[in-house]
T-cell receptor, first 112, second 112 residues
Framework: ETGVTQTPRHLVMGMTNKKSLKCEQHLGHNAMYWYKQSAKKPLELMFVYSLEERVENNSVPSRFSPECPNSSHLFLHLHTLQPEDSALYLC???????????FGPGTRLTVT | RKEVEQDPGPFNVPEGATVAFNCTYSNSASQSFFWYRQDCRKEPKLLMSVYSSGNEDGRFTAQLNRASQYISLLIRDSKLSDSATYLCVVKHLMNRDDKIIFGKGTRLHILP
């Protein structure tokens, strides 16, 4: 299934590094999302973009910076992360925020 | 009361049996409901939407009880491949934005 793709699939970075996660959807959807999934915790919604406009930002630290250049692409720029930021970062898309979402395979991030 | 609650399980069920689990939600204004399944170290995948009139797809039946504020998922004739974590998702409008809440999931193990 290639509806929503994410790169890289795995990332190890130091606390002083800057990296970016990329998400691309091929479903013609208008809304895209970033989620964080840590062990033993529910999925945490980080950001929502609808028609390239950010509509939700759930008190995410500024070391995470999203970018949505168009309705098919979503980035998550990372800088000066902490070890507790290690998690699975999932991207999703939907027709609009009230519709069901389709997830990408995720990027497993380890911060050392 | 948590916004979305699920029994974490695990539910250990013999193959061929019927299993059901619920998800309760606290906000009576919630409007959209979904069940996702998530396999170990994989992304969540949409199982089914939950409509007011209920929804059936093969061996799976989802129901919504607005009065008691819960949704349910029933799996008949369970298969080994049904082993997964089942996530409940509830959406409601908060101000002008959709609020999307995932439950922590219920783990299901189908035993041969």
């Amino acid at each position: 299934e290639t509806g929503v793709t994410q790169t890289p699939r795995h990332l190890v970075m130091g606390m002083t590094n800057k990296k970016s996660l990329k998400c691309e959807q091929h479903l013609g959807h208008n809304a895209m999302y970033w989620y964080k999934q840590s062990a033993k915790k529910p999925l945490e919604l980080m950001f929502v973009y609808s028609l390239e406009e950010r509509v939700e930002n759930n008190s995410v630290p500024s070391r995470f910076s999203p970018e949505c250049p168009n309705s098919s692409h979503l980035f998550l720029h990372l800088h000066t992360l902490q070890p507790e930021d290690s998690a699975l970062y999932l991207c999703a898309s939907s027709w609009d925020p009230s519709y069901e979402q389709y997830f990408g395979p995720g990027t497993r991030l380890t911060v050392t | 009361r948590k916004e979305v609650e699920q029994d974490p399980g695990p539910f250990n069920v013999p193959e061929g049996a019927t299993v059901a689990f619920n998800c309760t939600y606290s906000n009576s204004a919630s409007q959209s409901f979904f069940w996702y399944r998530q396999d170990c170290r994989k992304e969540p995948k949409l199982l089914m939407s939950v409509y007011s009139s209920g929804n059936e797809d093969g061996r799976f039946t989802a129901q919504l009880n607005r009065a008691s504020q819960y949704i349910s998922l029933l799996i008949r004739d369970s298969k080994l491949s049904d082993s997964a974590t089942y996530l409940c998702v509830v959406k409601h409008l908060m101000n002008r934005d959709d609020k999307i809440i995932f439950g922590k999931g219920t783990r299901l193990h189908i035993l041969p």
